[in-house]
Antibody, heavy 123, light 113 residues
Framework: EVQLLDSGGGSVQPGGSLRLSCAAS????????MSWVRQPPGKGPEWVST????????YYADSVKGRFTISRDNSDNTVYLHMASLRAEDTALYFC????????????????WGQGTMVVVSS | DIVMTQSPDFLAVSLGESVTINCKSS????????????VAWYQQKPGQPPKVIVT???FREPGVPDRFSGSGSETDFALTISSLQAEDVAVYYC?????????FGQGTKLELK
């Protein structure tokens, strides 16, 4: 059974940093791209970033480019999102999600989702 | 970035009625030569992550009731629920994954009349 356990959220001041983690199990981790998707309170989801199965390619939304970095450790079945220069508008529930296509490429929809970890950016 | 525009934003429907939600992309999200449409539909209920229900525009995920169907190509897509059940009350989102910069529609909230 696919399991994704998001963690690392919390409250942080504007300009601060945070690292989110997503521990995956139940599937051959390196065969699948992984994404982070966020959802501000009361709003729809917004895709944030995707990393291919090998970790060789990474993609970012314009709203986070240059501030957020996605990475993965295929030996530990974990994907990370390092967030820096945080802004109030980054406040959201952050979900990690597994692509539903084998091969590890990024041209695939997020299938399984974690339960999310909340990030609040406020002074 | 590709913009996905859903319509309507809100629907109030009676049990047993048919419902159609539309999603229009700002550019084609289809590989015509391979007959692939890179659109997925998600259902989200309160307190839960989105759940994928239709992929590649028209393929129902395993376990999803056959009253859900997806259609469309190029820039125009639709999700149809043929006979609304109480458990279908949710917010529905379309997603394009044609571009490596994925984009969601703004959502359609479905309620019972």
């Amino acid at each position: 059974e696919v399991q994704l356990l998001d963690s690392g959220g919390g409250s942080v001041q504007p300009g601060g940093s945070l690292r989110l983690s997503c521990a995956a199990s139940g599937f051959p981790f390196s065969n699948y791209a992984m994404s982070w998707v966020r959802q501000p309170p009361g709003k729809g989801p917004e895709w944030v970033s995707t990393i291919t199965g090998s970790g060789g390619s990474r993609y970012y939304a314009d709203s986070v480019k240059g501030r957020f970095t996605i990475s993965r450790d295929n030996s530990d079945n974990t994907v990370y999102l390092h967030m820096a220069s945080l802004r109030a508008e980054d406040t959201a529930l952050y979900f990690c999600a597994k692509a539903n296509c084998t091969g590890g490429g990024a041209t695939c929809y997020p299938g399984h989702w974690g339960q999310g970890t909340m990030v609040v950016v406020s002074s | 970035d590709i913009v996905m525009t859903q319509s309507p934003d809100f629907l109030a429907v009676s049990l047993g009625e048919s419902v159609t939600i539309n999603c229009k992309s700002s550019q084609s999200v289809s590989y015509s030569s391979r007959n692939k449409n890179l659109v997925a539909w998600y259902q989200q209920k309160p307190g839960q992550p989105p759940k994928v229900i239709v992929t590649w525009a028209s393929f129902r995920e395993p376990g999803v009731p056959d009253r859900f169907s997806g259609s469309g190509s190029e820039t125009d897509f639709a999700l149809t629920i043929s006979s609304l059940q109480a458990e279908d009350v949710a917010v529905y989102y379309c997603l394009q994954f044609y571009s490596k910069v994925y984009t969601f529609g703004q959502g359609t909230k479905l309620e019972l009349k």
